[in-house]
């Protein structure tokens, strides 16, 4: 997809398995259960979807998936693929909305028992809030805040982002904090176009339903409220939505329906 100046992709990085129930709060199973079919183990499919953004000689990507440095236990956990991490060719600006490890882990591998970056030359932009955050997180989440994928990046050019931030020109960062302190989430606009990546904001088209908050989310009522404004802009703009975690629906536009819920109006294909 072209918008303005900027050629427009998506890569997914591979799927993974997260319990349905956390997924999707104090959402009864026999409701999300109809959209995301649960598995034996009652975990549900998704995936780890970037966007690449590229601009001449310069390219972004958005978000890096789960990397592959994982026990066979977690491994299991989680239904982790065991192929090798992709490192894609050409990046030059790495953007993590997130430090969660399904959203970094591919920040780093392992060479023996050094640890070093996977595009050690590129621009690392990351939210100054969750990286602080990160550090020290919460017993609640600390399992999703891995030492590997946050201690590399004093070795890389870090860039640290605030809410509001211009990270190219027409590229805007917006801080949303429901999900986990200083979740970070993306636009991009040309002046009549915009694509957005909300990140976990709304992971899945199955989440457009404001109340569907995730388990994992650190405060319900802010998600929900970060998912409003969220929605109120993106039916609003006519915006192409990339859901990160969607297995099916990787981009749409929205609409509301005559009860005021959002739903994808319109596949994208990007």
């Known amino acids: 997809m072209q918008i303005g100046r900027y050629k427009i992709s998506i890569h997914n990085h591979g799927f993974f398995r997260l319990d349905g129930g956390a997924m999707f709060g104090v959402v009864p199973k026999t409701l999300w259960s109809k959209d995301m079919a649960p598995d034996d183990q009652n975990r549900i499919l998704l995936v780890t979807r970037s ?28 239904s982790l693929p065991s192929e ?16 969660h490890f399904d959203h970094c882990g591919g920040v780093s591998r392992y060479e023996g028992t050094k640890l070093v970056a996977n595009y050690p030359s590129a621009r690392h932009f990351v939210s100054a809030e969750n990286y ?15 030492r590997e994928n946050i201690d590399v990046l004093a070795a890389v050019d870090l ?23 200083g979740l970070h989430w993306l636009t991009v606009n040309d002046g009549g176009e915009t694509l957005c ?10 989440h457009l339903p404001e109340t569907h908050a ?20 993106a039916v609003k703009g006519g915006w192409v939505v990339v859901f ?20 994808v109006k319109e596949i994208v294909q990007l």
């Open 84 to 99: 090798p991490y992709r490192v894609i060719d050409g990046v030059t600006d790495v953007f993590i909305t997130h430090l």
């Open 132 to 146: 602080a955050y990160a550090k020290g997180p919460h017993p609640r989440e600390k399992a999703s805040y891995l």
């Open 159 to 181: 860039r640290l982002t605030k809410d509001g931030d211009e990270i190219w020109p027409g590229i805007s960062v917006h801080q949303a904090n429901g999900h986990t302190k």
């Open 197 to 206: 990546f909300p990140t976990d904001v709304c992971p899945t088209s199955s």
């Open 51 to 78: 966007i690449i953004v590229e601009d001449g000689n310069r390219k972004m990507i958005v978000d890096l998936g789960c990397g592959d440095k994982w026990n066979s236990k977690i491994r299991e956990i989680y």
């Open 214 to 233: 995730l388990g994992y989310d650190m405060c319900a009522e802010t998600s929900i409220a970060d998912k409003h404004h969220f929605l109120e802009q």
């Open 244 to 263: 990160e975690h969607d297995p099916e629906v990787a981009a749409g536009r929205l609409v509301f329906d005559d009860r005021g819920r959002a739903h």
